[in-house]
């Protein structure tokens, strides 16, 4: 079964673009998850979807949405990028929520120049 | 809000059992703790979960206190592949409460 895969790998933009972020889950997983890696501030969880409905966000600022797609692959957005909003970002999925184990990708590598 | 506590780092020799402790004394009575691992330059990878009792899996065991404020992820045969950062993270209702910054496990041959 192939694994959970985000587009792009590597991304550079400029202070006040737009990026989007995509994420395909394990087939038949219906939760994704984002999160965010920085060296300062570790693993931070941004916001996870389940069933196209957003069920639960992290503390981040508006800048930052996502969505979900009928198949439930998600992509999330940042606009009016930041230099701190470089980072590693990982999607994760999983079957259903909470008590399952869930899956990452190898994340999306976002450098803001 | 809930959250987990954990040593920065820890060291252990091949093939020698390794604990890996975790404190949650804020946890909720539907938190599922879940353990999650990191080697450098790739996403986490699941590890085990468990709610009240312990549980065994081929990679590792999970040993959860009585008054589940505390658990243990148990190594039993540490290899210089277990070298790692390790995530113990508390989930409600899908949502990852705190992952913290784990602890970075050194495994010397």
């Known amino acids: 079964k192939a694994g959970v895969t985000q587009t792009p790998r590597y991304l550079i933009k400029t202070r006040g673009q737009q990026v989007t972020l995509s994420c395909s889950p394990i087939?038949?997983?219906?939760?994704v998850s984002w999160y965010q890696q920085t060296p300062g501030q570790g693993l931070q969880f941004l916001f996870e979807y389940f069933s196209e409905t957003q069920r639960n966000k992290g503390n981040f600022p508006g800048r930052f949405s996502g969505r979900q797609f009928s198949n439930s692959r998600s992509e999330m957005n940042v606009s009016t990028l930041e230099l701190g909003d470089s980072a590693l970002y990982l999607c994760?999925?999983?079957?259903?929520?909470?008590?399952?184990?869930?899956?990452f990708g190898p994340g999306t590598r976002l450098t803001v120049t | 809000d809930a959250k987990t506590t954990q040593p920065n780092s820890m060291e252990s020799n091949e093939e020698e059992p390794v604990h890996l402790p975790c404190n949650h004394s804020t946890i909720s009575g539907t938190d599922y703790i879940h353990w999650y691992r990191q080697l450098p330059s790739q996403g986490p990878e699941y590890v085990i979960h468990g709610l009240t009792s312990n549980v065994n899996n081929r990679m590792a065991s999970l040993a959860i206190a009585e008054d589940r404020k505390s658990s243990t992820l148990i190594l039993h045969r540490a290899t210089l592949r277990d070298a790692a950062v390790y995530y113990c993270?508390?989930?409600?209702?899908?949502?990852?409460?705190?992952f913290g910054k784990g602890t970075s496990l050194l495994v010397t041959p």
């Open positions: 993270i508390l989930i409600r209702s899908g949502y990852a409460l705190n």
């Open positions: 087939s038949g997983h219906r939760s």
């Open positions: 994760a999925s999983s079957l259903y929520r909470g008590r399952d184990e869930q899956y």
